[in-house]
């Protein structure tokens, strides 16, 4: 895909574009998901999103998967799996006693303190020859492709 440029619109250029995109995307999903694989408390990428989300107060399973984009059931086995690993803990809620609330324990924030550093590691070691400019640029267009592909997700696929 070198010689790609991102000024010209032509057919080919979209669709070099598009498969760059698909082409990053899978890279990067790939690579994360060896590095959580190989932590001391191995992770999924969804695990490590999910303790760190937890960690960051989304305390439902509601929240977990709107975020997510995702189902509750979905979302739920997944919290079952960190339960029973010893990252979550469940507790009926204060306020609604049919509704949990999520918990992280002392060893999921360890995890996700892990899977933080890791990722920034390889985040760093990725970008590093990017000059300041460069990232500044990088960064705004990943977050409007982000924006974009959460729109997808809620307008276009209707995911929940």
Do not use: W
């Not at 995109?21 to 998901?33: E, F, I, P, Q, S």
């Not at 799996?81 to 924030?109: F, K, P, Q």
């Amino acid at each position: 895909m070198k010689g790609f440029s991102m000024r010209i619109d032509t057919p080919a250029a979209v669709n070099a574009r598009a498969q760059l995109l698909v082409a990053v995307a899978a890279r990067l999903t790939r690579l994360n998901k060896t590095v959580l694989s190989r932590l001391e408390v191995p992770l999924t990428f969804r695990q490590y999103r999910t303790l760190s989300r937890v960690q960051g107060g989304c305390t439902s399973l509601s929240q977990l998967a709107a975020l997510a984009n995702l189902t509750t059931p979905t979302v739920s086995e997944g919290v079952d799996v960190l339960v029973r690993r010893g990252l979550l803990t469940t507790r009926h809620s204060d306020v609604d006693r049919r509704a949990i609330t999520l918990h992280i324990t002392e060893a999921g924030a360890a995890a996700a303190a892990a899977g933080d550093a890791a990722l920034y590691e390889v985040s760093e070691t990725l970008t590093r020859e990017l000059t300041d400019e460069k990232h500044e640029l990088l960064n705004e267009s990943l977050q409007v492709v982000y924006d974009a592909a959460t729109r997808y997700f809620q307008e276009v696929l209707s995911v929940r």
